[in-house]
């Protein structure tokens, strides 16, 4: 874990607002942060901690601070504070999940070949397994160490299985009053309603283009920056993350070929074509979802100009979404793509100007 980021992000103020309105002496022992990924809810939930382990907050205050000076600030900076857990999922299948499976068939020593395994390991996304929650129970019911609060952060909490769930249930019914769990989720459906009731949930929404763009300030990056904001969705750490990754540099390139997408499919789909064998970041799926946000930007910034063509090249833009992931040739896909898209942002006129 990184070093604690202090800074009091702009487009978090309504949310500190509502959770504090009280102070810190009031706020709920199970929270859930919820809403789209790189709107900032870890950062949140890191300062959340942080005021929490404080040992010279005020409490009663409905804005408080942490000192960053006493023991508990200073552990916390140093990623050593002794009451303090974080869960986040895993990539790698243990044995655990693999006995929980053949439990519950109750089959009788399941042999699983290791290429099978090895499959599984595939289609299987990363998940947050009962032993993680099974290990808190003794942090959770055992005295702290500072004698003050305790936290329990969980990312992705929509990745744990039903097991895992189940164990977290079970010490959400009564836990000690100074145990403080946050669970972060960015599919709040996929979460059990049993676990979405049991906390007080927290919702972070698309901020306005200004407050993003102050966030982006915020955060150190480079000036303009702001022009990816429409490819991440308005999510300011999205684009916090492309830059950690080297993204950048592909993404500027797709957002050029919107700005100058002329009229023609075949050549904007051999310059993505082109974008993606240079770029093995970009992947197709982002682009397709990518051209979906700039045919819905393009459609708010016209909207007189809505018209059954706008509405029949979003529909094949959705169809060609569903099959992005295996496109059986690459380049005829993306020519279809780029028709629907100069379709339904009004740069091509017909269908029958494609052909000629
Ligand atoms: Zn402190």
């Given at each position: 874990?990184q070093?604690?980021d202090?800074?009091?992000?702009?487009?978090?103020?309504s949310?500190?607002?509502?959770?504090?309105?009280?102070?810190l002496?009031r706020?709920p022992?199970a929270?859930?942060?919820?809403?789209?990924?790189?709107?900032g809810?870890?950062?949140?939930?890191?300062?959340?901690?942080?005021?929490?382990?404080?040992?010279?907050?005020?409490?009663?205050?409905p804005?408080?601070?942490?000192?960053?000076?006493?023991p508990?600030?200073?552990?916390?900076?140093a990623?050593?504070?002794p009451?303090v857990r974080y869960?986040?999922?895993?990539?790698?299948?243990?044995d655990?999940?693999?006995?929980?499976?053949?439990?519950a068939?109750k089959?009788p020593?399941?042999?699983?070949?290791?290429t099978?395994?090895?499959?599984a390991?595939?289609?299987?996304?990363a998940?947050?397994?009962?032993?993680?929650?099974?290990?808190?129970?003794?942090?959770?019911?055992?005295?702290?160490?500072?004698?003050g609060?305790r936290?329990?952060?969980i990312t992705d909490?929509d990745?744990?299985n039903?097991?895992?769930?189940?164990?977290l249930?079970?010490?959400?019914?009564?836990p000690?009053?100074?145990v403080?769990f946050?669970?972060?989720?960015s599919n709040?459906?996929?979460?059990l309603?049993?676990?979405r009731?049991?906390c007080?949930?927290?919702?972070?929404t698309?901020?306005?283009i200004k407050?993003a763009s102050?966030t982006?300030?915020?955060?150190?990056?480079?000036?303009?920056?702001?022009?990816l904001?429409?490819l991440?969705?308005?999510?300011?750490?999205?684009?916090?993350?492309w830059?950690?990754?080297?993204?950048i540099?592909?993404?500027?390139?797709?957002?050029?070929?919107?700005q100058?997408?002329?009229?023609?499919p075949l050549?904007?789909?051999?310059?993505?074509?082109d974008?993606?064998?240079?770029?093995?970041?970009?992947?197709?799926?982002f682009?397709?979802e990518?051209?979906?946000?700039w045919?819905?930007?393009?459609?708010?910034a016209?909207e007189?100009r809505?018209?059954a063509?706008t509405?029949?090249?979003?529909r094949?833009?959705l169809?060609?979404?569903?099959?992005?992931?295996?496109?059986?040739?690459?380049?005829?896909?993306l020519?279809?793509?780029?028709?629907?898209?100069l379709?339904a942002?009004?740069?091509?006129a017909?269908?029958?100007q494609?052909?000629?």
């Amino acid at each position: 874990m990184q070093a604690f980021d202090k800074i009091n992000l702009d487009i978090h103020k309504s949310q500190w607002n509502e959770l504090l309105r009280l102070g810190l002496a009031r706020l709920p022992h199970a929270l859930l942060l919820t809403g789209a990924p790189g709107l900032g809810k870890r950062q949140f939930a890191e300062q959340l901690v942080n005021l929490l382990l404080c040992e010279r907050v005020d409490a009663t205050n409905p804005a408080p601070s942490s000192c960053g000076e006493c023991p508990g600030c200073r552990w916390l900076s140093a990623d050593s504070h002794p009451d303090v857990r974080y869960v986040s999922p895993e990539s790698d299948e243990t044995d655990d999940d693999l006995d929980a499976a053949s439990t519950a068939d109750k089959a009788p020593e399941k042999i699983v070949s290791p290429t099978a395994k090895a499959k599984a390991k595939k289609r299987t996304r990363a998940s947050i397994k009962v032993a993680a929650i099974r290990d808190l129970e003794d942090f959770v019911f055992v005295g702290s160490h500072r004698q003050g609060r305790r936290v329990i952060l969980i990312t992705d909490a929509d990745a744990m299985n039903n097991i895992a769930i189940n164990a977290l249930l079970k010490i959400l019914e009564e836990p000690p009053a100074t145990v403080y769990f946050i669970l972060i989720t960015s599919n709040k459906d996929r979460l059990l309603p049993t676990l979405r009731s049991r906390c007080r949930q927290l919702a972070f929404t698309r901020p306005s283009i200004k407050a993003a763009s102050l966030t982006l300030r915020e955060l150190g990056l480079p000036m303009g920056s702001e022009v990816l904001l429409s490819l991440a969705g308005g999510a300011p750490m999205q684009i916090q993350r492309w830059h950690q990754s080297e993204k950048i540099d592909g993404l500027k390139a797709l957002l050029k070929t919107f700005q100058h997408a002329g009229n023609n499919p075949l050549a904007l789909a051999a310059r993505w074509d082109d974008l993606l064998k240079k770029d093995e970041q970009l992947k197709i799926e982002f682009l397709v979802e990518a051209v979906q946000r700039w045919v819905v930007d393009e459609a708010l910034a016209s909207e007189a100009r809505l018209n059954a063509a706008t509405f029949a090249g979003w529909r094949g833009l959705l169809q060609c979404r569903r099959a992005a992931g295996h496109p059986l040739n690459q380049l005829l896909f993306l020519e279809e793509i780029a028709t629907h898209a100069l379709r339904a942002t009004g740069k091509l006129a017909s269908p029958r100007q494609v052909a000629a």
